[in-house]
C-alpha cells in the first residue's frame, strides 16, 4: 500500500502520465484521437483526485468544498465518455456522448457552487434568457460560418440534430453559469472561474467533435489537447495562493452587455450572409431559432424599458421624499452646480435665515459664506467634481458660516451628493447647529469653569499649569494657594446660597487684583488658585500674593443682610527645574496649610521643610492607628489637692505615649489625632480605663474625683453622651465624681450644639469645667447659659503672680468672681511657692502644679493613698 507524503503527490503523478500521453499524441499525429481520448481521460482523473484532495482540505468553507466535489464528479464522468467514445465511434449519438453531457452539467453545477450566487427567481429567469440568447446567437454565426455547410454535406437533418444536440446543450449550460462566476464576489471565485474554463474546454472540443463525425474527418489536434490542458489547469488551481474576495461590478457591467452583443453580431452575420446574393433553401430548425431570439430580445428589451421606467419613477419618489424629510426636519435643501450657482432651492430657506427662495436662486453660494470659509468649500466642490468625472460614489461634509438675512453669522453643517438626475449638480442639505454649537460652548464651558463664580475650575487650571511648564523656557512660574478664613461658619450661620454669593464677591475681589496674565481658578470649596508668570521677578508672585490677603480682608462681604469680616491664608510656591505641575500645586496646598496653622492672614512661601513636616504628620497619624491597636498608649493622673490642707480631692487623666522605647510628648500628637479623628476612639479609652481606676480607689474608702478633657471632635462625636454613660456604668464610678474640662474655643465654635451635648451630660450629674479660662472672649455669657461647677485659671495669669502686678490683679478678679458665682475655683501650673502663698490669700480653694504634685502612673497614687492622704 502506498502512503503520500505530500497531498499533492497524486496529483503531480497524474500530470506527469498526462504530459507523456500528449508528448507521444504530438509525436505521432496519426494516432491524434485515441492520445487526445487518453489524455483527456487521464487529465480528467488528475482533476478529480486534485479536487478531491481539495474538498478535503477546504471542509471548513462549503462552496469550496462542495464545488470541488462536484466539479470532481463531472471530470470523472466526462473522462469516462471520453475513454468510451472509441469504442462506439460507429454510433451516431452513443452513451459515450451522453456520459461527456453529463459530466458537462455536473460540472457546470460544481461551478456555479464555487461562485456561492443566491439569487431571487427573477434574476434567474434573466440569466437562463440571456443563456439562450448567446447560445442561439452563437449557434447562428456558426451557421453561417461553417454549420450550413456540414449540414448540406450530410443531407440528413435528423443525424445532424442528434450529433450536434450535446454540444449545443454544453454551449447553452456555459452561457448560464459565465455570469454568474464572473459576478461572484466569493472567495472561491477562481476556482469557479477555472471550471468555467473547463466548461469551454468540452463545449469546443464537442463541437469540433460533433462537426468531424459529420464532414468524416478527423478534429484538430489543438480542439483535442484543449480539454486536457483545461483539466490540468483545474488541478492546479486549488494548490495555488488564496485570493481575496473579487469585487464583481465590472464583471457585472461586461456580462450585461455579452447577450446584446452576441445577438448584434448574429444579426449582422445573417444580413451579410443574405446580402451575399446566394439564394439558398432556408431551414425551418435555423428559421425557428432565429425568430426565437428576434421575439425573445424584444421581450427582453420591453422588459428592461419597464424595470427602468419604474426605477425612474423610485428615483423621483425618494429624491421627493428626501426633500420632504429634510424640509420637515428644518434643513434647507437646494441644487446647485460645482461652480456654486444655485439651480433650486426648498422654502425651508425663509424659515432659517429669512431669504425668500428666488432671491437666492441662481446666485452663488459663496455670496452667503464666510470669506474665511470659502476656499476650504471650493476645494471640496472640485473633489467632487473629480469624482463626478471618475463615476465614483461619494458624499462630502461641508461645516461653514453662513450669513442670515439679519447680518448674523451663523454655523451650518451641509451634506453635499451627486445629484441623481444625471446632470452635474449636486443636492445639499444644510442645518443651522447654532443651537447645537451654543450647547457645545456652554458645555465646554462648564467642563472647565465654576458655576458658582464663573472662574476657571481646578481641571482647567491644572491642565493650564501642564501647559506652562511645558512650554517655559526661562524664567520664574508661581502658584499662589488662597484660603479663607472662618467661611465654614457663614455656611452654617447664613447657609449654602448665601455662602456661595460670598464666594462670588470675594472672586470678583481676586479677579480685581491679579495681572491680566494671570490665571485666577476657583480650587474647590473656599479655596482659589493663582498661576503667575512672573518672568524672572519672585518678588511680583509675593506682592500679588499681599494683594490677595489684602482685597479679601480690606472690607467685610455683605451677605444676607449682615456684615462677615473674612481673612485669607496664602500659600506661594516656585517652580524648580523639571518640576511636575503637580508637585508645584501641591507645594502651594502646603504653603497655604502652613498659613492657616499659624493663625492665617498671611503669605508663606513653600520650603522644603513644610513638606517633610506634612509627611511626618501623615507617618505619625498612621503610627497613631497603629499604636492604638497595639495598646502603646498609657494614663498618669495628676493630683488636685486642697490648698488649704494640702489633701488630694482629684486627679486629672493626662495621656502618655512611649513609642517603643521613645516618648512622645503630648503637644506633639494630639493635634494630628484631632485633625484625623482618631482622637475620638483615644479619648473613649482614656475615659473608660480612668473611670475604672478611679472608681477602684473609691472602693477603697479614698473619696476622690476624676478630671478628663474633652475634644471638640468627641464632643460632636455620635453617641458621646451614651459613651459617657456606659463608662460609668461599667466602673461603678458615680457621675458627680466625674468633672469634664472644655476650653472656651469650643464653646465658641457651634455652640448651638457643644451646649446641647454638655447640658445632657450635667443631666447624667458629671460636673463640668470651663479650663483655661481668662484666655477666651465669650466667657462670662457662656457662664450664663451653662450650670458649670468649677473654673480652671490659665497657668499663663499664676506664672505671672508675684512678678506682674496686672496678671495678679486679673488672677484675684478670676478667683473673686468664681466665689460671686458659688464656683470650685482651681489654679493651674503652680510651680514655685510664692504663687501658693498669694493664691491661699486670695482664697483660691485647690490647686494643681508641679509644686503640687508632678502627674505620676497608677502605682504612684496607690502609693499615695496608702502612706497620706495630702502631698
Not at 487526445?36 to 481539495?54: E, H, Y
Not at 499664676?798 to 458659688?822: E, K, N, P, S, W
Not at 483660691?844 to 509644686?851: D, E, N, S, V, W
Request: with cysteine.
Amino acid at each position: 500500500m502506498i502512503r503520500w507524503r505530500d497531498p499533492r503527490a497524486p496529483l503531480t503523478a497524474a500530470v506527469a502520465a498526462g504530459a507523456v500521453v500528449l508528448a507521444a499524441a504530438f509525436l505521432r499525429d496519426e494516432q491524434v484521437l485515441p492520445a487526445g481520448a487518453i489524455a483527456g481521460a487521464l487529465a480528467a482523473l488528475a482533476a478529480a483526485a486534485s479536487l478531491l484532495i481539495s474538498s478535503i482540505r477546504s471542509a471548513g468553507h462549503r462552496p469550496t468544498a462542495m464545488g470541488a466535489r462536484w466539479m470532481g464528479g463531472g471530470a470523472v464522468i466526462w473522462g469516462a465518455g471520453v475513454a468510451l467514445r472509441p469504442f462506439a465511434e460507429s454510433f451516431v449519438a452513443s452513451f459515450a456522448d451522453m456520459f461527456m453531457l453529463l459530466g458537462t452539467i455536473i460540472t457546470a453545477g460544481g461551478a456555479l457552487i464555487a461562485a456561492d450566487r443566491r439569487l431571487p427567481a427573477g434574476i434567474v429567469l434573466r440569466h437562463i434568457t440571456d443563456a439562450y440568447l448567446c447560445a442561439a446567437s452563437l449557434f447562428l454565426i456558426g451557421w453561417v460560418v461553417q454549420l450550413r455547410h456540414v449540414y448540406a454535406a450530410a443531407a440528413d437533418p435528423p443525424t445532424f440534430t442528434l450529433v450536434m444536440l450535446p454540444p449545443m446543450v454544453a454551449l447553452l449550460v456555459l452561457c448560464a453559469v459565465i455570469p454568474s462566476v464572473l459576478t461572484s464576489r466569493s472567495s472561491s471565485w477562481l476556482l469557479g472561474l477555472a471550471g468555467a474554463c473547463v466548461l469551454a474546454a468540452m463545449t469546443v472540443a464537442g463541437l469540433a467533435t460533433a462537426v468531424a463525425r459529420l464532414d468524416g474527418g478527423v478534429p484538430p489536434t489543438w480542439t483535442v489537447m484543449l480539454a486536457p490542458v483545461a483539466f490540468l489547469l483545474l488541478a492546479a488551481v486549488p494548490w495555488g495562493p488564496r485570493t481575496k474576495e473579487a469585487s464583481g461590478r465590472v464583471a457585472k457591467n461586461l456580462v450585461g452587455m455579452i447577450p446584446l452583443a452576441l445577438v448584434a453580431v448574429a444579426a449582422c452575420t445573417l444580413l451579410a450572409h443574405l446580402a451575399g446574393g446566394r439564394a439558398e433553401q432556408p431551414v425551418t430548425g435555423v428559421v425557428v431559432v432565429a425568430v426565437s431570439v428576434v421575439l425573445l430580445l424584444l421581450v427582453r428589451l420591453f422588459a428592461v424599458s419597464a424595470a427602468n421606467v419604474r426605477l425612474r419613477g423610485r428615483v423621483r419618489l425618494g429624491e421627493r421624499q428626501l426633500r420632504e424629510l429634510a424640509e420637515s426636519t428644518g434643513d434647507v435643501v437646494f441644487l446647485c452646480d460645482f461652480e456654486g450657482v444655485v439651480h433650486e432651492i426648498g422654502p425651508g430657506v425663509d424659515v432659517t435665515y429669512g431669504y425668500r427662495p428666488e432671491q437666492v436662486v441662481g446666485r452663488s453660494i459663496f455670496d452667503y459664506i464666510h470669506p474665511e470659509d470659502v476656499p476650504g468649500i471650493q476645494v471640496a466642490l472640485r473633489a467632487m467634481h473629480l469624482e463626478e468625472e471618475s463615476a465614483s460614489p461619494g458624499a462630502c461634509l461641508i461645516a461653514c458660516r453662513v450669513r442670515g438675512a439679519d447680518g448674523t453669522w451663523r454655523p451650518t453643517e451641509s451634506v453635499a451628493t451627486r445629484h441623481v438626475g444625471g446632470d452635474e449638480l449636486m443636492l445639499v442639505t444644510t442645518r443651522d447647529i447654532s443651537d447645537e454649537e451654543a450647547l457645545r460652548n456652554q458645555v465646554a464651558h462648564l467642563t472647565f469653569h465654576d458655576g458658582v463664580t464663573g472662574l476657571p475650575n481646578r481641571a482647567y487650571f491644572e491642565e493650564r499649569t501642564r501647559e506652562v511648564l511645558s512650554g517655559r523656557t526661562s524664567g520664574n512660574v508661581a502658584v499662589i494657594f488662597l484660603d479663607l478664613d472662618g467661611f465654614t461658619s457663614v455656611n452654617d450661620s447664613v447657609g449654602h446660597a448665601s455662602g456661595d454669593y460670598l464666594l462670588g464677591q470675594a472672586a470678583r475681589r481676586l479677579r480685581g487684583a491679579v495681572r491680566a496674565d494671570d490665571t485666577l481658578a476657583r480650587w474647590g470649596g473656599d479655596e482659589f488658585a493663582v498661576l503667575v508668570e512672573t518672568g524672572g521677578e519672585a518678588q511680583v508672585a509675593v506682592d500679588l500674593a499681599e494683594r490677595l490677603v489684602r482685597a479679601v480682608s480690606q472690607e467685610p462681604f455683605r451677605v444676607a443682610d449682615r456684615d462677615v469680616a473674612l481673612t485669607a491664608s496664602v500659600g506661594v510656591a516656585f517652580t524648580e527645574d523639571d518640576m511636575p505641575a503637580g508637585d508645584l500645586i501641591r507645594n502651594a496646598d502646603v504653603a497655604m496649610a502652613r498659613s492657616k496653622e499659624l493663625g492665617g492672614r498671611r503669605v508663606e512661601v513653600f520650603a522644603a521643610q513644610m513638606h517633610a513636616d506634612v509627611v511626618r504628620r501623615l507617618e505619625l497619624a498612621a503610627d497613631l492607628q497603629r499604636a492604638l491597636i497595639e495598646q502603646q498608649f498609657a494614663i498618669e493622673y495628676q493630683p488636685v489637692v486642697d490648698l488649704a490642707t494640702s489633701r488630694v480631692t482629684a486627679v486629672e487623666a493626662l495621656v502618655r505615649w512611649w513609642r517603643g522605647s521613645v516618648f512622645v510628648p503630648p503637644e506633639q500628637f494630639l493635634g494630628p489625632a484631632e485633625d484625623t479623628g482618631l482622637i475620638v476612639p483615644l479619648s473613649e479609652w482614656i475615659l473608660r480605663e480612668s473611670c475604672r481606676e478611679v472608681a477602684a480607689w473609691r472602693a477603697s474608702s479614698w473619696d476622690i474625683g476624676l478630671s478628663l478633657n474633652l475634644s471638640a471632635r468627641q464632643i460632636t462625636a455620635p453617641r458621646f453622651v451614651e459613651t459617657v454613660e456606659e463608662a460609668l456604668a461599667e466602673s461603678g464610678l458615680p457621675a458627680s465624681a466625674l468633672t469634664l474640662e472644655v476650653i472656651e474655643e469650643m464653646l465658641v465654635e457651634d455652640a448651638e450644639e457643644t451646649i446641647k451635648r454638655l447640658s445632657e451630660l450635667r443631666a447624667l450629674g458629671v460636673r463640668l469645667a470651663i479650663d483655661d479660662f481668662g484666655t477666651g472672649y465669650a466667657s462670662l455669657a457662656f457662664l450664663r447659659q451653662l450650670p458649670v461647677d468649677m473654673i480652671k485659671i490659665d497657668p499663663s495669669f499664676v506664672a505671672g503672680l508675684g512678678r506682674d502686678d496686672t496678671l495678679t490683679l486679673l488672677t484675684r478678679t478670676i478667683v473673686r468672681l468664681g466665689h460671686d458665682l458659688g464656683l470650685i475655683v482651681v489654679a493651674e501650673g503652680i510651680e514655685r511657692p510664692e504663687q501658693l502663698e498669694l493664691l491661699r490669700e486670695m482664697g483660691c480653694t485647690r490647686g494643681q502644679g508641679f509644686l503640687v504634685a508632678r502627674p505620676m502612673a497608677a502605682r504612684g497614687v496607690d502609693s499615695l493613698m496608702r502612706t497620706s492622704l495630702t502631698v
